[in-house]
Nanobody, 125 residues
Framework: QVQLVESGGGLVQAGGSLRLSCAAS????????MGWFRQAPGKEREFVAA????????LYADSVKGRFTISRDNAKVTVYLQMNSLKPVDTAVYYC??????????????????WGQGTQVTVSS
């Protein structure tokens, strides 16, 4: 069992930066791939980024590639999402998730077994 709690969301102007954190509980955190998803009002939840259990491999949605960076610290049982050059279209609730799938499945919601409650990110123009 893994419990996930996101933090770090807020209101930022376009072009600004935010760093989201996702703190996990449970001794098996380091065995899970971790992902970030987001959901804007009236839209489906979409994949943002994912990272392998050991932090070696990452995957990004095209819409955030070059602007967002996912990382993890297994000693602190935390995964991060550094978001730079934010745009109003990045406004959404951001969720972290944990799953045991392989890289080819990381962008798929069904791969993830555990989800956090989400943190709101609002980017003003």
């Amino acid at each position: 069992q893994v419990q996930l709690v996101e933090s770090g969301g807020g209101l930022v102007q376009a072009g600004g930066s935010l760093r989201l954190s996702c703190a996990a509980s449970g001794r098996t955190f380091s065995s899970y791939a971790m992902g970030w998803f987001r959901q804007a009002p009236g839209k489906e939840r979409e994949f943002v980024a994912a990272i392998s259990w050991n932090g070696v491999s990452t995957l990004y949605a095209d819409s955030v590639k070059g602007r967002f960076t996912i990382s993890r610290d297994n000693a602190k049982v935390t995964v991060y999402l550094q978001m730079n050059s934010l745009k109003p279209v990045d406004t959404a609730v951001y969720y972290c998730a944990a799953g045991r799938g392989y890289g080819s499945t990381w962008s798929t919601r069904g791969m993830y077994d555990y989800w956090g409650q989400g943190t709101q990110v609002t980017v003003s123009s």
